[in-house]
């Protein structure tokens, strides 16, 4: 039937041998000529079955043969490693897998590997060792190996499959084929059977429940990782037993199926978790190990972003491995498509996490929510830092010479996306300093909207006899701004207290002397004391805080912005108005020659060596607003330490 059918088709001047239909001159439409051939193709009287037809031929059948094999022989090689690992090893390597974490409640890998994970009376995820693992599968060879020689000894019976110059004939007068004709057949077969079977194992070992088998893509994502861990063992092993060679790509093949089952269901759970938690209109606090306040969120985008880094770095091959080994990096050890997918999900990711951070930031600090703004920039963003570090982007500079179009393909779209993860990892870096600043403009409005309030008229300003203790604008506007921002500084490290309670100081006191330039407002001498008495409860105030520690508030009483203040509220009060002299000497013990200061000297002994007028960059801009005085005294060039 072979050979009258394939004579058929070579006698028929309809069907093209080697020629294209489009460029082949024995096939002519009716209506259409072959350069729109396939524009009409759709068109009754213009069919496409005379140039869909092709000879049968060896190669055909047995890769037609090969791919049927490839179902059956999935089912028995997913089911023989599953059957057949060693539970106790099994268990060992999953406890080191603990940075794998999902939102969702399974019970102990213990239980799950051992099969006390139910779903019915006897379900379990791995049944009883029956056979050593390498003898299973050894066995599952051994069957191809049978049927490929019934399939090797059939096509010779076969006219027309094979050239006559390809047979011989046996001791029992049959025909039978070259020995190297036959080996490589049995090497075309064996290449289609095991990389099939690789394909379609996921199916099998991943979502078949059959035999009261609980699928292993509904367990833990550990589990999946453990056991491509076990695998990459066995394959890795130099001495004992390992696999047969034929199996191999049918091994590697479920390896990558198991990493990347594993880092997807990881990501999914995880990341749609992240994004629910996201969105809440209010933050959810929890406790850290380290007693430091985080948000829920920011724990789930932190963890996923480490799953993925950890991931990332497993599908690195051994690099001192295969330069023993090889000499260079051997491409067959790079996972490609698991390295692209979770680059594409850690770009997806750090774009979230920054999404996040700018539109929670914009509400909370608006609403002048502090607390919650600090732990999101200060305390989340810090804890995902530590995984940049980590992520190891392989170059694949050796690998991208090769000539196989795929991996070069691979290493381009592979740097793009790297150069991509690296920029959203430099903006997550530089994300807190962006958002202080966003804190100063709204701090800022609140200052001089609270001042507006606040603040006493003129005639306040313009009396003779100051009061012996401060204002009563001034505590109500300091623990308006200040207070919510050192409260929610408590828990954070002096670094963090030092940098944002230096700007919200900063911004306090440049508003406050904003506002009273803004209104014009004249000082008598005894107001001029009274608001140096308001200037100096601001230190008080510092000094006297519960909530930093004493290397923050030390740092803060040293802000030029407060002595910037102070130095406002000297020229205020200097009715002679004398120039404040600007070279070193004794009067004002600047003189580096003649006093060095110490990093632990008292703040009261720095603060005495300069005095507060230098710190003044205008000094006849202040000046106008003395009662009775002018802008013609006083020094004009700033003082800069």
Wanted: proline share 5%.
């Amino acid at each position: 039937m072979v050979d009258v059918y394939n004579q058929l088709l070579s006698q028929d001047p309809s069907v093209p041998t080697l020629q294209h239909p489009v460029k082949s001159t024995e096939i002519l439409s009716v209506l259409h000529n072959n350069r729109h051939y396939h524009s009409h193709i759709h068109e009754n009287f213009c069919s496409p079955v005379n140039h869909m037809v092709k000879p049968i031929t060896a190669s055909k059948i047995l890769g037609t043969l090969a791919r049927e094999r490839a179902v059956t022989v999935s089912r028995e090689l997913s089911f023989s490693i599953l059957e057949t690992t060693d539970k106790s090893h099994l268990n060992n390597i999953a406890e080191e897998f603990g940075w794998i974490e999902v939102p969702i409640q399974f019970t102990t890998i213990y239980n799950q590997i051992y099969g006390k994970e139910t779903k019915g009376e006897n379900a379990t995820v791995f049944v009883a060792d029956t056979k050593t693992h390498f003898s299973s599968i050894g066995r599952i060879v051994e069957n191809e190996s049978v049927v490929l020689h019934h399939i090797l000894s059939s096509i010779p019976q076969v006219p027309g499959l094979v050239n006559k110059n390809q047979l011989k004939e046996g001791k029992d007068g049959n025909q039978k084929l070259v020995s190297q004709i036959k080996k490589k057949m049995g090497e075309y077969y064996h290449d289609i059977l095991w990389r099939t079977t690789g394909q379609l194992s996921e199916e099998p070992f991943l979502w078949d429940g059959e035999k009261s088998r609980v699928p292993l893509g509904v367990t833990h994502p550990r589990v999946s990782v453990a056991i491509n861990s076990l695998l990459k063992e066995h394959l890795g092993a130099q001495l004992g037993e390992t696999y047969p060679t034929l199996v191999l790509p049918a091994i590697h093949l479920i390896n990558e199926t198991l990493s990347m089952h594993a880092m997807m269901a990881t990501w999914d759970l995880q990341y749609a978790r992240s994004l629910a938690l996201s969105v809440r209109p209010k933050p959810q606090r929890v406790i850290q190990d380290d007693l430091t306040l985080a948000t829920l969120a920011g724990t789930y985008f932190k963890n996923t972003i480490w799953s993925l880094t950890e991931f990332n770095n497993r599908c690195l091959p051994d690099v001192l491995n295969d330069i023993v080994l090889h000499g260079a990096h051997d491409p067959e050890e790079f996972n490609f498509a698991e390295e692209l997918h979770i680059l594409r999900r850690m770009k997806t990711t750090l774009y979230a996490v920054r999404n996040w951070v700018e539109s929670r930031s914009a509400i909370l600090v608006q609403a002048w929510k502090v607390t919650d703004f600090f732990i999101i920039n200060h305390a989340d963003l810090t804890r995902i830092y530590p995984s940049f570090d980590l992520l190891q982007i392989c170059e694949h500079e050796r690998v991208a010479a090769t000539n196989s179009t795929s991996i070069k393909l691979f290493t381009h779209v592979q740097k793009a996306i790297s150069n991509v993860v690296q920029s959203a990892q430099e903006d997550l870096q530089n994300l807190p300093e962006e958002q202080n600043e966003n804190m100063c403009r709204v701090c800022r409005t609140l200052c001089l909207a609270c001042l507006q309030n606040v603040f006493p008229g003129p005639k306040y300003w313009s009396r003779s006899s100051p009061s012996t203790s401060q204002s009563s604008y001034v505590k109500e506007y300091i623990e308006k701004i200040l207070l919510p921002v050192f409260t929610s500084l408590t828990s954070f490290p002096n670094n963090v207290q030092q940098s944002v309670g230096r700007l919200a100081v900063k911004t306090l006191c440049d508003s406050w002397l904003e506002h009273i330039y803004q209104k014009k407002i004249k000082f008598s001498q005894g107001g001029a004391k009274q608001l140096g008495t308001d200037f100096g409860f601001l230190r008080m105030w510092i000094d006297g805080s519960t909530h930093l520690r004493e290397d923050s508030k030390r740092y803060l009483l040293l802000l030029d912005s407060i002595r910037q203040c102070e130095g406002v509220a000297q020229l205020l009060q200097n009715t002679q108005l004398k120039e404040v002299p600007v070279k070193p000497n004794k009067s004002n013990k600047v003189a580096p020659e003649d006093e060095a200061l110490e990093d632990d000297a008292p703040v009261t002994h720095i603060l005495q060596a300069i005095p507060p007028e230098l710190y003044v960059t205008n000094h006849k801009k202040w000046l106008s607003l003395r009662i009775g005085g002018g802008g013609g005294g006083g020094m004009t060039l700033p003082f800069c330490c």
